[in-house]
């Protein structure tokens, strides 16, 4: 594992390093995934880039523009049961789905892409930001570029610098973050019982060095529980495989939660870079009685390690009401996108998805908290 007083940007690079070395694999490894993975700039610049060609079978949101903004959106308002805004709004969103289709949107580059629901950032450097666009608009000239994950409270930096070099920024959810977590506070007083379940639960912690094949299996379909049938379909479909390749690189760290039979109930895992952590991997047993908690130790397990290592939080999208009660900070992220390369009925539809996700989505993001 690397160290958590590594420089960021030290740290960057290793993750890049072995993500890269990886990356073949791990898309094999998620089953509605359809993506290449490559590498720009060099040295501690080094950043991965996915690039897709508007693939019919990239059914996941995370290399997917298409799946982000038109069919996933489409499901988020189904759930959402505001019937007075569901019908206009899922009306609007199918029209939409069909115009970003027809632009190609999904002929994508996205830098800075994990193939995970939250990507986390180096240190802004202008210099590197150059470097990146040249090299990306040289090989991949026909392709908008994208960063994902951007907000304004964690990476304030990175908006500024992409908005200066002419990046068009697209709401896309909001997530929850927190600064710091103090293991002794009083307050939240939800957490401060989270962490108390936690160290009094039956169930014991098991870490991934100690896991056997099975219990990837189990974890992966732990998640899938989770992700796949309580959410959506349209969530990366992780397998036994990618967990154990991201654990065996250094990428995730895999804790489990295990009955006294010895077998998992839940599982988590941790992702981190510089001084940031999110949780990518979250499942758990969603048939036990919901008294256990489940989800309630995951989270407090992430919390803890946060504390212990003075690290902050991305606990991304998702279980707002949840996470708002453990004192995360409700932010929007943001997707930047360059397109002043492509042909004015492509640019054209990426003003138009800003401008409603501005005028549209953001507000309604805010005012329902979600």
């Known amino acids: 594992m690397i160290p958590y007083d590594m420089p960021p940007q030290s740290d960057f690079r290793t993750k890049t390093e072995a993500f890269l070395s990886i990356a073949t694999e791990s898309v094999s490894a998620v089953s509605n995934l359809d993506t290449r993975i490559h590498g720009v700039g060099t040295g501690d610049s080094r950043i991965p880039v996915s690039v897709n060609f508007s693939e019919p079978d990239n059914d996941t949101w995370v290399c997917s523009p298409y799946c982000t903004y038109g069919r996933y959106l489409i ?94 920024l697209i709401p896309s959810r909001q997530v929850y973050l927190y600064d710091s977590i103090d293991l002794q506070a009083r307050k939240p007083q939800n957490l401060r019982w989270d962490l108390a379940r936690l160290r009094a639960m039956q169930l014991r912690r098991s870490p991934a060095s100690e896991w056997c094949c099975s219990d990837f299996e189990r974890a992966a379909a732990l998640y899938g529980q989770l992700y796949l049938e309580k959410y959506s379909r349209l969530n990366p479909m992780y397998s036994a495989q990618f967990l154990r390749l991201w654990q065996r690189a250094g990428l995730l760290e895999l804790t489990g939660l295990r009955d006294a039979a010895g077998i998992l109930q839940a599982a988590v895992g941790l992702f981190a870079i510089g001084d940031t952590i999110t949780a990518p991997i979250v499942g758990y047993a969603t048939e036990r009685p919901a008294r256990e908690g489940l989800y309630r130790l995951l989270m407090a397990a992430v919390f803890e390690q946060a504390a212990l290592r003075g690290c902050r939080i991305n606990l991304s999208a998702g279980a707002a009401h949840f996470k708002r009660l453990r004192g995360g900070l409700g932010t929007i992220e943001y997707s930047a996108v360059y397109v002043a390369h492509l042909p004015r009925h492509r640019q054209r539809a990426i003003h138009v998805l800003s401008t409603l996700a501005h005028r549209i989505g953001e507000p309604c993001m805010r005012r329902f908290e979600l």
């Open 75 to 168: 499901e988020e308002l189904d759930r959402w049961g505001h019937r007075w805004l569901t019908k206009p709004l899922g009306l609007l969103c199918r029209g939409l789905r069909s115009y970003l289709r027809n632009a190609r949107i999904d002929d994508t580059a996205t830098v800075n892409n994990w193939l995970l629901s939250t990507n986390l950032y180096p240190p802004a450097r202008d210099e590197w930001l150059r470097v990146w666009l040249q090299e990306c608009l040289d090989r991949w000239p026909h392709h908008a570029l994208w960063f994902r994950s951007l907000n304004s409270r964690y990476t304030r930096e990175w908006l500024r610098a992409l908005q200066s070099a002419g990046f068009i």
